[in-house]
């Protein structure tokens, strides 16, 4: 009896596993979805203005805050953050301005005062995506070496990290350096130029604001936060008195992805079978087997079985990794 029902378990199993053959393949896509701030934008192919000409048509300035804990006053921070531009808008000329900068409010008061603010230094991405900021000494634009960029699906991804500059008290209500706490606020400046982008937007993330003893006051992934809690003026006016936007969270897809038909595999010792794997945008796939001695993989992801067992094959691309269970058999 014992026979019988183990012989009909193997049966089944057998059957299953044909069946399994013949199921439909599902690809695997390692796709990431971000949890950003958006920031409205509404380009409209203006050419090259003056940096104070506030009646650009291509002009959004947007401000988050609330982002850290109440500090004493330092005079260097170190910025960073993640741009998202979306490749479609860099076209023949085409040029985005970048500027940044932190706010600082007077904490020490029961009615928070405007201290000032501290520029950050600039960045330009241009059409073919190379980042330049202008040297007024030299007259040109030059290359930076605090941002860098990569094409990530759907958007130019730019990374940044500076030193802000010097504080700017113009029409500060209070003197920071007397001010026993302030409070930091990030804003950015985004400017198209020769840009066709209607009711589109751009998306920051992952901010970092440190001071200059390693202390971090924000960081910033927006993965669980509720809101953005910031606002934004749009062109055509920049006019913070009026037409002034809240900001919003928005989920993009950072459409890096590695897709690979099935992850699953079975291959006699001796033959081979080969992994079909994509990655968008093009780039290298890489395969390596966990156990060299039941498979081997070559670098097309071509298997091949060398004794009975079991071995894992991962794929990577993207900065993905999808993982192929190869089973050998005699």
């Known amino acids: 009896m014992n026979k019988i029902v183990k012989r009909g378990m193997n049966l089944f199993v057998a059957g299953a596993m044909a069946l399994s053959l013949l199921a439909p393949v599902t690809e695997v896509s390692a ?63 085409s040029t985005v301005n970048i500027g940044s900068s932190l706010n600082f409010s007077d904490a020490s008061e029961e009615e928070w005062k405007d201290a000032g603010w501290s520029e950050l230094p600039s960045v330009e991405i241009h059409e073919d ?14 290359p930076v070496d605090y941002a860098t960029v990569k094409k990530t699906g759907d958007f130019y991804v730019i990374t940044y990290k500076a030193k802000n500059g010097s504080l700017h008290t113009e029409d500060a209500q209070s003197d920071v350096t007397k001010a026993q706490k302030v409070a930091v606020d990030f804003s950015i400046s ?31 992934d927006f993965t669980s936060a509720k809101s953005a809690d910031g606002n934004c003026v749009i062109a055509p006016k920049n006019n913070w008195d009026k037409d002034v936007k809240e900001l ?36 290298k796939i890489t395969y390596t087997s966990s156990n060299k001695k039941v498979a081997t993989v070559d670098a097309k992801g071509t298997v091949t079985g060398k004794k009975a067992g079991k071995a894992t094959i991962s794929v990577k691309a993207n900065g993905k990794t999808v993982k192929v269970t190869v089973t050998v058999k005699k």
């Not at 595999?265 to 079978?273: D, E, L």
């Open 190 to 220: 985004v400017k198209g130029i020769y840009i066709t982008a209607k009711n589109s937007a751009v998306y920051v993330d992952d901010i970092q604001i440190a001071k200059a003893d390693g202390t971090v006051l924000a960081k910033k």
């Open 129 to 142: 995506a190379s980042l330049t900021t202008w040297d007024d000494a030299q007259q040109k634009d030059v």
């Open 248 to 283: 919003k969270l928005a989920t993009i897809t950072d459409n890096k992805v590695l897709t690979v038909k099935s992850t699953k595999a079975t291959v006699k010792v001796g033959k081979k079978v080969k992994i079909s794997a994509t990655a968008t945008p093009a780039t």
């Open 31 to 93: 796709a990431t979805k971000n949890k950003v701030v958006e920031i409205p934008v509404n380009f409209t192919n203006t050419g090259w203005a003056e940096e104070d000409d506030w009646e650009s048509t291509s002009k959004t300035d947007a401000s988050l805050w609330a982002l850290g804990e109440l500090s004493s006053y330092s005079e260097s921070y170190t910025v960073s953050y993640k741009l998202y531009i979306p490749v479609s808008f860099m076209k023949k000329e």
